[in-house]
């Protein structure tokens, strides 16, 4: 379909967007200044080079914009109103958050709240016979098993969610797997799996339930990652910080909420074709500034195969490595192996990446330092990680009713999740789509993009 890409040369209209539309009303109304040109259609895509810069005033206006939006969507009373097996609406960079975008505490007690329900949600669903035809026994036995302390059963009921989710049809899976995990990882945070290993109630629990090893143990490091990566043709980076990292300046979007601006690094192989991001998030001032680093995720993609690889700021021991001296060391940093966090649920789409344009994440720019690079695979991407790690899609879009435009014009839309959904696509709705002229808005009803942001709408939980 022909591309309604109209004032294509006019950059000015996002800045003026920007600061006469949101910035000054919060309100994020779409306008639509380019309209009235709207009978120039451009057939080709625009290239890297034609996209607006996204200066750092501009972005920190959009981040405001899309507080503001936020605290007008919140739900009242959300943890109330929600089953505590679905709490948990995104997880990012070790943290957990609600659909309100509020952290949730993983104390003990929230810990065994939401396990509980996600417990009877899938014993609900589940069929008695089959149950009892591959455990031998009622599985809330082993949920409910006595004579354990608070830790112990928070242990053990790891294995019989397991259990559950094993024989789940893929709808349940879906949805609550990534969860399961990432309660998992904070239960491991609280025990001494030590402890576990040698109480005897458990090893009794583990031998009369047949529990695999894997179902309750954290997984072990894979030293393979690397090499497997290397093998795929995806470029390794060098550890971080080195040299060879090329900073790309300064990022004031962070779309989970509002932090301080962040750096971003990239580096290039110059024998394997692809690039890596790093993002060093500070909890003030810039990595280079010397600001302590509290976030440090890497991500790498071939060129050529579209195979990407994951890395996060965790050593072997599940501590995150923080602070004005970092040392990240690739070969023995957690890795999509065995992270707990599933960077999948946001990372997905034609590349690994999540880019807004005109920033310094818009490493395709011929003006980014050492680069430009190559961002967009040949071949639509896949990661490498975990079994449940993927990149659904590309979303079959509908026909956007005559005279609307469609956002699948100039990039696929992968399949939707909870994180995409929460922290990618609605938060680029209200501030960086599309990139020429007033960003859409979500909802949108009555705007240039009506189809498809209810179509997406509809699609996201
Ligand atoms: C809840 C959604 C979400 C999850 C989960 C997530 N990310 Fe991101 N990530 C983002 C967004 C959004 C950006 C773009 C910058 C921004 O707005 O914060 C980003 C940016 C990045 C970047 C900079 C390059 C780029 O793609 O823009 C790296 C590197 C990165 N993430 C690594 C990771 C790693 C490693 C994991 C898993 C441990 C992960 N992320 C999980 C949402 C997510
Ligand atoms: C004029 C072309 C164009 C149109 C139309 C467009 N986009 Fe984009 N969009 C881009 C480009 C370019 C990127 C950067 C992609 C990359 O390099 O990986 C991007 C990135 C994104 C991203 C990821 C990063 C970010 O900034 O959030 C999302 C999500 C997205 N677009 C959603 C949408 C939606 C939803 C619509 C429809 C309202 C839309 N896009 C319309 C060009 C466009």
């Known amino acids: 379909m022909p591309l309604k890409l109209t004032n294509f040369i006019g950059y000015s209209v996002l800045a ?23 009978e120039k259609r451009v057939e080709d895509k625009p290239s890297p080079d034609d996209y607006p810069e996204f200066t750092l005033k501009d972005q920190m206006r959009a981040m405001d914009a899309l507080a503001a939006l936020r605290k007008q969507q919140r739900l009242d009373g959300l943890r109330k109103k929600t089953r505590p097996a679905d709490w948990i609406a995104i997880a990012f960079h070790g943290e957990l958050y609600d659909a309100n975008l509020d952290r949730i505490e993983p104390d003990t007690e929230t810990l065994m709240t939401m396990q509980e329900s996600l417990f009877r949600t899938l014993y609900e669903q589940a069929d008695p016979d089959k149950l009892y035809e591959v455990y031998g026994g009622d599985v809330s036995e082993l949920f409910y098993a006595k004579g354990l302390d608070r830790h112990a059963a ?21 949805r609550y797997d990534w969860r399961h995990r990432l309660i998992r990882r904070e239960i491991g945070r609280l025990i001494k799996w030590h402890d576990i290993e040698i109480n005897p109630t458990i090893r009794d629990l583990i031998v009369r339930w047949r529990i695999p090893h894997d179902w309750l143990f954290p997984l072990p490091v894979d030293n393979q990652y690397v090499q497997h990566c290397r093998d795929q043709g995806v470029p390794i980076p060098p550890d971080f910080p080195d040299s060879r990292w090329t900073s790309q300046g300064t990022l004031a979007f962070s779309f989970i909420g509002q932090v301080s601006p962040t750096e971003v690094f990239a580096y290039e192989d110059p024998h394997v074709p692809g690039v890596c991001i790093a993002l060093p998030r500070t909890g003030g001032g810039s990595y280079s500034d010397g600001g302590s680093v509290s ?8 060129e050529t195969t579209g195979k990407a690889c994951f890395w996060d700021n965790i050593d072997a021991d599940g501590q995150r490595i923080t602070g004005t001296d970092v040392h990240l060391d690739i070969d023995t940093i957690k890795n999509g192996s065995n992270l707990a966090e599933t960077c999948t649920n946001c990372h997905r789409g034609k590349n690994a990446f999540l880019i807004h344009p005109g920033t310094a994440l818009d490493l395709g720019r011929s003006g980014a330092p050492g680069g430009p690079y190559d961002t967009d695979p040949s071949v639509r991407y896949t990661p490498i990680g975990q079994a449940h790690w993927s990149n659904p899609g590309p979303l079959a879009m509908p026909t956007p009713a005559a005279g609307e435009s469609a956002c699948d014009a100039c990039h696929e839309i992968a399949d939707t999740a909870s994180g995409y959904c929460n922290s990618v696509l609605r938060p680029a709705a209200q501030t960086t789509m599309p990139p020429f002229g007033s960003p859409v ?12 942001i209810g179509f997406l709408d509809g699609r996201c939980p």
């Open 16 to 38: 003026a967007g920007f600061a006469a539309g949101h910035a000054s009303a919060a309100s994020l109304d779409p306008m639509h200044p380019w309209l009235a040109d709207s």
């Open 154 to 174: 928070l242990a053990v009921r790891i294995a019989a969610v397991s259990a559950l989710l094993e024989l789940a049809d893929e709808k349940l899976r879906h």
């Open 295 to 302: 976030l440090l995720g890497i991500i790498c993609q071939s």
């Open 441 to 452: 808005g979500w909802p949108a009803p009555g705007s240039d993009y009506a189809t498809h």
